[in-house]
Nanobody, 115 residues
């Protein structure tokens, strides 16, 4: 069983920055892909960024150049550095861990960007 716990959400003005972190329990972290998703009010959950177990990072076009995903396999953590935040980035952000066999989600952390 894997548990994911996000932290670092909050309220920031447009143009500001936040750093989200996700701590994972269990022993499967280094062999799994990790990523961030978000869900705005009234919208479907959407993918934000992925950091594969092979070291590849991929970003949604809407955040490319502003967000950076990183992972620390020694600490079982994945982070999302968010810069130049926009009001449309307001959402609950979720981290996800998966491989071909398992899939786990965190409980989410709220990010609110005021204009």
């Amino acid at each position: 069983q894997v548990q994911l716990v996000e932290s670092g959400g909050g309220t920031v003005q447009a143009g500001g920055s936040l750093r989200l972190s996700c701590a994972a329990s269990g022993s499967r972290f280094s062999v799994s892909n990790v990523g961030w998703y978000r869900q705005a009010p009234g919208k479907q959950r959407e993918w934000v960024a992925t950091f594969t177990n092979g070291g590849i990072t991929v970003y949604a076009n809407s955040v490319k150049g502003r967000f950076t995903i990183s992972r620390d396999n020694a600490k079982n953590t994945v982070s999302l550095q968010m810069n130049s935040l926009k009001p449309e980035d307001t959402a609950v952000y979720y981290c996800k861990l998966w491989n071909g066999v398992i899939e786990y989600w965190g409980q989410g952390t709220q990010v609110t960007v005021s204009s």
